[in-house]
């Protein structure tokens, strides 16, 4: 798991081509963010989730997991608290859905809270358990990009 702000991007260079394509599409969504929907960037391999949402209280959102895509989350507008276990701590798993390449579980030991401001961004790999959406002390509108870049 990395937590950073963008202005860092410069950091994650050696990462290769994919990171970089990500991290511009990013910067795009600072300067004016788009609708939400799906946009691709480099066909299945790196595509992104623009999303509008209420948070909700923790207790209410569910961890989740991803064996193929590592996330990156970033958050445009808003405040956004996402809780991170290793993934090996969701307990009460359900099944994984490979279609939707997703693990969920309503709890994971050893949890602990990140807290998201405008221009952060958290990259959760295949064995970071995340659960995104939650509320600080109140609902906040979140305006975020997710990009999905392949794991392999």
């Known amino acids: 798991m990395i937590i950073d702000r963008l202005v860092n991007r410069g950091a994650y260079t050696a990462l290769g081509t994919q990171w970089d394509a990500a991290f511009e599409f990013l910067e795009k969504c600072q300067r004016g963010f788009p609708a939400p929907g799906r946009y691709e960037i480099d066909g299945d ?5 623009v999303q509008q ?7 209410e959102r569910s961890y989740e997991a991803h064996a193929r895509y590592i996330d990156i989350q970033f958050i445009c507008e808003g405040i956004e608290y996402m809780g991170y276990a290793p993934a090996d701590n969701m307990k009460d798993a ?3 859905d490979s279609e939707r390449d997703c693990l969920n579980s309503a709890t994971a ?8 401001r405008p221009g952060m961004f ?3 790999f295949p064995q970071d358990a995340h659960k995104p959406g939650c509320q600080g002390e109140k609902p906040e509108t979140v305006k975020k990009a997710v990009i ?5």
């Open 45 to 49: 391999r790196v595509f992104a989730s």
């Open 53 to 59: 949402y209420e948070t909700s209280p923790a207790q």
């Open 94 to 96: 359900t099944h994984y």
């Open 109 to 116: 030991e050893d949890e602990v809270m990140l807290c998201l």
């Open 122 to 124: 958290a990259v959760f």
């Open 148 to 152: 999905k870049l392949r794991f392999e």
